[in-house]
């Protein structure tokens, strides 16, 4: 099992980036498949992004595609998502997850097996 601690959120205005980080200990970090997920109040989680456990596929929710990249430094451990030109909708508790290693990237919940506690996000107008 994967432990994963995300960081970097807080509070943007409208137009600013964050990057967030997520930090993961485990010797299976290498091999598993990662992603983001994200759930704002009364809303239910939903596909942020994700990367393949080599980085060489990544996939993004229409709603982002452009704005945000995920990245990957498998020597640290580390998976990140670069956020650009951030709106108000973006606001939400930003979670990173770990699934086992596949060649696709899949968009569901139910893909992955580890959870991090999320981090929040706030982009004000």
């Known amino acids: 099992q994967v432990q994963l601690a995300e960081s970097g959120g807080g509070l943007v205005q409208a137009g600013g980036s964050l990057r967030l980080s997520c930090a993961a200990s485990g010797r299976t970090f290498s091999g598993s498949s990662m992603a983001w997920f994200r759930q704002a109040p009364a809303k239910e989680r939903e596909f942020v992004a994700g990367i393949s456990w080599s980085g060489g596929t990544t996939n993004y929710a229409d709603s982002v595609k452009d704005r945000f990249t995920i990245s990957r430094d498998n020597v640290k451990n580390t998976v990140y998502l670069q956020m650009n030109s951030l709106k108000p909708e973006d606001t939400a508790v930003y979670y990173c997850?770990?699934?086992?290693?596949?060649?696709?990237?899949?968009?569901?919940?139910?893909?992955?097996?580890?959870w991090g506690q999320g981090t929040q996000v706030t982009v004000s107008v």
């Open positions: 997850a770990a699934g086992p290693g596949r060649p696709i990237v899949i968009t569901h919940a139910y893909g992955y097996s580890s």
